[in-house]
């Protein structure tokens, strides 16, 4: 089956860090470029960070630079973000997503939520 | 970076055809043919309904279309049925490798 399993969330306080995981499977992982999406509570989308098949290219948006780091690892089918110096705005379910040459986010992951709180 | 302006909520009956606007810039869905539509039932996923404008992956009913002028793309559901209740969300390549998602329209069917 294809899919994106999302893993690593949990309550961290203000300041604090965590990595999220993205395992993939069902399809040729290293071929294809991904990203990371976020929801918080009751609100809308936001695109958080890019990384292309090679992880040559990586992209951030600007509410998150200098603070989050988009990696991956071809070899084991994984994506990941280390999310740093979390602020109350950071909390948020956490999605994976595999896009489609720029123009489009085709799979999707269950998310994995972040609780920033003291 | 600005959040595509949506409706926050738009309504209709069963059968009855409803479209969701979704307004940006010439930097975002006025410059590039790559908007896509997302559906998002309650506690789950994003689910993508349209792409590149106006294409439908395959499963997607064919009461779902899409299309766009200007900075402004739309969501029409024609023939609209109770499953189809759910939050939707426009997206569009905003260059750079980054990307922009509209504010969220949450479809009622009464």
């Known amino acids: 089956e294809v899919q994106l399993v999302e893993s690593g969330g949990g309550l961290v306080q203000p300041g604090g860090s965590l990595r999220l995981s993205c395992a993939a499977s069902?399809?040729?992982?290293?071929?294809?470029?991904m990203n990371w999406v976020r929801q918080a509570p009751g609100k809308g989308l936001e695109w958080v960070s890019y990384?292309?098949?090679?992880?040559?290219?990586?992209f951030y948006a600007d509410s998150v630079k200098g603070r989050f780091t988009i990696s991956r690892d071809n070899a084991k089918n994984s994506l990941f973000l280390q999310v740093s110096s979390l602020r109350d705005e950071d909390a948020a379910v956490y999605y994976c997503?595999?896009?489609?040459?720029?123009?489009?986010?085709?799979?999707w992951g269950q998310g994995t939520l972040v609780t920033v709180s003291s | 970076q600005s959040a595509l302006t949506q409706p926050r909520s738009v309504s209709g009956s069963p059968g009855q055809s409803v479209t969701i606007s979704c307004t940006g810039t010439?930097?975002?869905?006025?410059?590039?043919?790559?908007v896509s539509w997302y559906q998002q039932l309650p506690g789950k996923a994003p689910k993508l309904m349209i792409y590149?404008?106006?294409k439908r992956p395959s499963g997607v009913p064919d009461r779902f279309s899409g299309s766009k002028s200007a900075n402004t793309a739309s969501l029409t559901i024609s023939g609209l049925q109770v499953e189809d209740e759910a939050d939707y969300y426009c997206?569009?390549?905003?260059?750079?490798?980054?990307?922009?998602f509209g504010t969220g329209t949450k479809v009622t069917v009464l």
């Open positions: 069902g399809f040729t992982f290293s071929r294809y470029s």
């Open positions: 997503a595999r896009d489609q040459d720029l123009t489009f986010f085709d799979l």
């Open positions: 990384i292309t098949s090679s992880s040559s290219t990586i």
């Open positions: 997206c569009s390549y905003a260059g750079s490798y980054t990307w922009v």
């Open positions: 590149d404008v106006s």
């Open positions: 010439s930097n975002d869905v006025g410059g590039y043919y790559y």
